[in-house]
């Protein structure tokens, strides 16, 4: 019986995986800049319209006043989770398979 590619190099597979979706992050984010002007929306659907507009904040412009300060610790307080992760899945830690109970 063969393994699938997937099972065989579980790191591969999630980091191709977070590549792709960076990929249309970015791809569909360039698209949108370039098409829509600052405060032009497309309307999608009946629900949902595509509106250009600035974020100046982190999530939802959440601390939009705070000054500056918060880009730069979300930077440090993502790479140092990601750090800490992959620290931990290469010493073995942190297991890239779940456990077979949550498989089937």
Known sequence: ???????????????AAAGTLV????????YFLALLKLGEAVKVTG???SVHV?????AFSYLTGAGGWQRWFFIVCSG???GFA??????????????RELLL
């Open 1 to 15: 019986m063969t393994v699938r590619w997937t099972r065989r190099y579980p790191r591969s597979t999630w980091l």
């Open 23 to 30: 990929f249309i992050n970015q791809t569909s984010m360039s």
């Open 47 to 49: 629900w949902f319209n």
């Open 54 to 58: 600035p974020n100046a904040g982190a």
């Open 80 to 82: 140092s989770a990601e």
């Open 86 to 99: 992959s620290l931990k899945s290469l010493e073995g830690l942190l297991p890239c398979n779940p456990p």
